[in-house]
């Protein structure tokens, strides 16, 4: 192997490495200590974590090892294996991603609209029947692989083919699955988590709006001239603020945790957008042009989501830590 060969494969294989890492913690994470305790994000961590470590385990793995053997030693009957858990992982993936940003959303946006009370997706039989299609989508688009995927036929590294039986099946396949497993989560993604940033947005400036008029409101009572009223105010303000420190210290932690629960989901919206629209490029690209640099940065992409999101929501529950130590 030539210098620039190790160097992507040893890119490759830390992507691989912490991808798998960060995703057994995220799902390790999110298991609850008891079934009572069980979520629905908890659900949604948990079916992300599975759907990503099946890339990390069953496809980037092989070929991050067939990279420094430089040879495809899996066997010809792997390709379907190959070609089917990529599909499968990747459309689970982005259904999960929705799903996580959908409650997030509700949490944040649906909770303050309707002043706390439980949202829709607290409902853990709801969460369970969407990951429950969620799969069967994914199975749907993932089970032809099996039949339209091919071994080239020498030892290269580039051997798995998919071969359609007309050039039209394969344009009304990639046009379904583009839609249906791409286009439409990605529509949910983009809505819940420009309705989170612009939450965000002006619950800080309602913030901002308290704390200026708290900090003109002592000026304009020594302007007054009537000190009695200032010390009215005082007295009056002596005897609220303990109420309302108490109730802050009951309410801040839990709206703090929403709230950066809520960044982080945006956070991972953003990756996913720009992974996403990049590999959108590089595929059509592929399509009309063979170009193993595209092919190259297309696997690179697709590693890379399913390495860095995981620490992303980690951070974002507070759970990136270890507290078994």
């Not at 890119?11 to 069980?38: D, V, Y």
């Not at 030693?73 to 499968?88: A, I, P, T």
């Not at 839609?179 to 913030?207: D, H």
């Not at 309410?251 to 919206?269: C, D, L, T, Y």
Request: net charge positive.
């Amino acid at each position: 192997m030539e210098v620039q060969d190790w160097i992507e494969s040893s890119i490759r294989a830390f992507f691989c490495l912490t991808g798998i890492t960060g995703n057994f913690w995220l799902g390790l994470r999110s298991l609850p200590k008891s079934r009572s305790q069980l979520r629905p994000n908890d659900i949604l961590f948990i079916n992300l974590a599975v759907s990503n470590l099946i890339t990390n385990c069953l496809v980037d793995l092989p070929d991050t090892l067939a990279q420094f053997v430089n040879s495809w030693f899996m066997g010809k009957n792997y390709c379907g294996v190959l070609q089917f858990s990529s599909d499968l992982s990747e459309t689970s993936s982005i259904f999960s991603t929705m799903f996580i940003s959908m409650y997030w959303h509700q949490k944040l946006v649906g909770s303050i609209r309707r002043g706390g009370a439980p949202v829709q997706m607290d409902n853990l039989r709801l969460v369970v029947i969407l990951l429950a299609g969620s799969w069967i989508v994914a199975l749907m688009f993932s089970v032809p692989h099996f039949f339209i995927a091919e071994h080239d036929g020498n030892e290269t590294l580039e051997v798995c083919e998919e071969h359609f039986p007309t050039p039209a099946e394969k344009r009304t396949f990639d046009a379904l699955y583009l839609i249906l497993a791409n286009v439409v989560p990605l529509v949910g993604i983009t809505y819940a988590s420009v309705q989170i940033v612009l939450t965000l947005l002006q619950s800080q400036k309602r913030i901002m709006g308290h704390s200026k008029g708290a900090n003109h409101a002592p000026t304009e009572a020594n302007n007054s001239g009537t000190k009695a009223a200032a010390t009215k105010s005082k007295v009056v303000n002596n005897t609220i603020n303990p109420q309302q420190q108490k109730t802050q210290v009951r309410s801040n932690p839990s709206s703090g945790n929403q709230v950066r629960a809520a960044k982080s989901v945006v956070a991972v919206a953003t990756i996913f957008i720009i992974c996403w629209f990049t590999h959108l490029v590089l595929r059509i690209y592929s399509s009309f042009r063979n170009s193993i640099l595209a092919v190259k940065l297309t696997n690179f992409i697709g590693a890379s989501y399913t390495c860095f999101v995981p620490y992303v929501y980690l951070h974002g529950v507070k759970k990136l830590n270890c507290s078994c130590w």
